[in-house]
């Protein structure tokens, strides 16, 4: 079991910045496969970017190719997600989710990960 938690979100005009942090109770190594998912108001969860353990293989969804940035802690206990220039369809909340399996490729942006933190709420305005 681990235990996630989100923090960072907040409000924004677009073309501003935020970065997203999930903290783990247990080490991020544990995992195999890492990831940010979004949900926005009357909208489906989307996967956003995914990151495997060896941090060879990110994935990011279309709408954030450029602009988000996934990566894990010098401590390997916090994962983080950098969002630059931010527009106000990226309006979501945001989870962290990790999995034992290895998931990798454009597919991993789709799997059902085993463990989600609670989500930080990200609103942009225009």
């Known amino acids: 079991q681990v235990q996630l938690a989100e923090s960072g979100g907040g409000s924004v005009q677009a073309g501003g910045s935020l970065r997203l942090s999930c903290a783990a109770s247990?080490?991020?190594?544990?995992?195999?496969?890492m990831a940010w998912f979004r949900q926005g108001p009357g909208k489906e969860r989307e996967g956003v970017a995914t990151l495997t353990r060896d941090g060879k293989d990110t994935e990011y969804a279309d709408s954030v190719k450029g602009r988000f940035t996934i990566s894990v802690g010098d401590a390997k206990n916090t994962l983080y997600l950098q969002m630059n220039d931010l527009e106000p369809d990226d309006t979501a909340m945001y989870y962290c989710?990790?999995?034992?399996?290895?998931?990798?490729?454009?597919?991993?942006?789709?799997?059902?990960?085993?463990?989600w933190g609670q989500g930080t709420q990200v609103t942009v305005s225009s």
């Open positions: 989710a990790v999995d034992s399996r290895w998931l990798d490729g454009r597919g991993a942006l789709s799997y059902d990960y085993k463990h």
């Open positions: 247990r080490t991020l190594v544990t995992w195999y496969s």
